[in-house]
Each structure stands twice: as C-alpha cells, then as structure tokens.
C-alpha cells in the first residue's frame, strides 16, 4: 500500500504531522507499506522551520512557477497545483492520498485524486459556516472536498452532522468518523518537546520587527513584559482585508487597539501585533507602525512571523488572543487561553460552544468593547479558562484516522 500525506501550508503541516508520526510507527509491523510527504509548495518559505523542528524531510516538491503571484493568484496557484499533482499521481500510482482542511492545496490535489479514482481521505471534513464566501475560499473548498472524499475524519460532532446530511443529501457512499482534530495531538507533541530540558531554541528562540530590521531574544522579551501582561494578536485573513464592499477590516481592529492603547485603565498592558508575511497585510500594518511611532504609543509591540515553536511560547504565555486564524481558535483552548475571533463568522464551533471564544465581529466598537470587557472584567476573563475542557480532541485522533484508513484499504 502506498499512502500519500500532501501539505501545502503551516496549518495543513502541523496537523498532517500527527498522522505522518503513526504511519510511520506502522512501518515497523508493516513492510508493504510505503509513506511519502509531499509538499506542494503553497507556502514554500514558511514550512522550513517545520520541517525542521518536526525533522520531516519532503519527498516530492512541487515546482510552481511565478505565475501563481500574478493577480490571478487563487486560480493559477489552483491550476499549477493540480497539475503537478496529477503528474505525479500517474507516476507514482498511491492507493491512498491524505488531504488536509481547506486549501487550495487540498482541494487542487482532492480533485487530481478523484479524476485517477485514488481513494482520498479527508482530514478536518465536515466543517461550515453556510455562507460560501465567508472563509473564502476556504468554505467552498471543505464543500468540494466532502463530495469527493471517500473517508471523512470530523474534528468536531457537529461537523460529523454536517458530513451525515450531505451524504444523504447527494447519495454519497462516502464513511464519515468523528476522531477529533489532529491539532491537538500536534500541541500536546509540540508543548513536550519544547518544555524538556533538552530542546535546543538556538533556532527558533528569536523575534524579528517587521519594519525595523531588529532581533529580539524571546526569552528575554518574555522576560521584561512580566511586569505587563500582553494580548497577542493575529489577523490575515482575505475577507478582512479584502472585501466585496471595498472596507478593510484590518484597519476596524488597528482603531480598536489603538483606542485600547489610550485608555487609563489598559495601561498594565501591552499589545503584542503580530505582522503576516502577505505583502497587502504587511503594507496595513505599516501605516499602523508609523501612526505608533508618530503618536508615541509605546503599549504597541510588533513582531514578525516567528518559528512554530517560538509562537506556542508566545501564545502560551499571552494572557489573551485575538485572532483571525481558524488554527489558533483551536490551539488556545488547548493552552487554557481565552480567544475573541475576529471574523463575521467561523466553522470552529465546539470553543464557542463552550464558552472558551467569543466570536467579536469586524465592527470597531463592538471589537474594542469585547477586548476592554476581558482586561476589566476578571468574571469574563474567568468564563473562558474553564479547566478540563477540550472542545477539540484528546491527542489520539491520527490514531483513529490511520487506523480507520488501513482497514479500508484492506477491505
């Protein structure tokens, strides 16, 4: 049997490596199986640091040309990936190809697998918002990915549901599992690896200015905000900088921070902004630097993209998050840390269900009102750091999703 694990991007890298780990484990029972990792370079420069703290080396490279950072980029990124991916499945023939979530990566290489009827098994399945433009285009690529899928693995039970209908909808004979998500066996991996006392940080225990050319050790930096508590926040996401309406949620939640930044009763805090390596969200969060330093706002930190450990340092040692990302609203519960999600509206159910993250909008006031409520109000703070409660799995769902994949192969 030859299996395929294929990433493209840091999220699908971090929660592919779990299922990678267990396959591998099965290698040493299983001499007819053959595991290859294949990355199809939708983030080529931000998987190095991966790679190497997870020590997986790829065993295919997609060779995608400049074309895919033309303004067309969705569709010719969508376009080179699928070509690339059937040319190397006619080659190479695997039996089974793992995706992962909702990339272009994913849905480019789902449907290169469904076309040469290889069985496909979606990691992360089941997932919605119902509205197809919000995540874009990230909704519609979970849709597709469930049609064609022949094994679905729910991260949620909700998401399991979803999956139910929709095979009853559309007549699919596809299997749906609800196993929890692979994040957290990633973090539960990653937080051990890097509290030994062994780790070596030399690598990654640094942060970059994204505009000043300045390197900062992370453990001192931790070090001297200890007299200050600091909110971390995130934001890259295409419909918040990037709208039908012309409007640029970004700059909603740069007001926010900045009136937080001018209130009496935040000045024990500072804001720790971390700036996305995308050239458009760079460019906003430029303006925002030069505003700071012209009106001396000394509470605004930023920080450039770090190594995936360095941010697990970094948000583990937050006192709050706020962000756009769908990984972090996974990651924070995990970490015992509240997560305000600035989106109109999120496929990551279970946290808010729990109470462990608020959904806050894109609006300016009613961001700024539900970050002020958490600084002040240490019943809200409370509410959301319920101890024992894991609203994402419990570390063993690459387990069940290997297991459930080998068995129906041998079927």
Known sequence: MKIFCIVGTRPEFIKMFPVYKVLQEKLKTNADLTIKWINSSQHKDLLKDLEEFFGITS????PLSKAVESKNRLANLHSEILKQATKLFEQEKPDLV????????????????????????????????WNINNPFPEELSRRILSQISD?????????????????????????????????????????????????NWQNSNYLEHPFDNKKLDLSEYLKNLKAKKYILFTSHRRENYLNNNGLNNIQNLINAIK????????????FVVMVHKNPDVKKIFKNFYKDCKKNNLKQIKFIDSVSYPAFLKLMANSHFIVTDSGGIQEEAPYLKKPVLVFRESTERIAGLELGLAKLIGTQESIVHGAILDLLTNEKSYNSMIEIGLQPYGDGLAAQRIVDASLLFLKK
């Not at 449907?111 to 496909?120: D, E, G, H, N, S």
């Open 59 to 62: 065993d295919y490279n997609f």
């Open 98 to 129: 793992f995706i992962q979530g909702d990339t272009i990566t994913a849905q480019a290489c789902g449907l290169a697998a469904f076309y040469q009827k290889i069985t496909i098994a979606h990691i992360e399945a089941g997932l919605r918002t």
């Open 151 to 199: 094994l679905n693995f729910a991260p949620e039970l909700k998401a399991k549901k979803n999956l139910d209908i929709e095979k009853q909808i559309f007549k699919k004979k596809s299997f749906n599992f609800y196993t929890g998500n692979t994040v957290i066996d990633a973090l539960s991996y990653s937080m051990n690896k890097i509290l030994a006392d062994d780790f």
């Open 259 to 270: 009136r937080l930044a001018n209130n009496r009763f935040t000045q024990e805090y500072e």
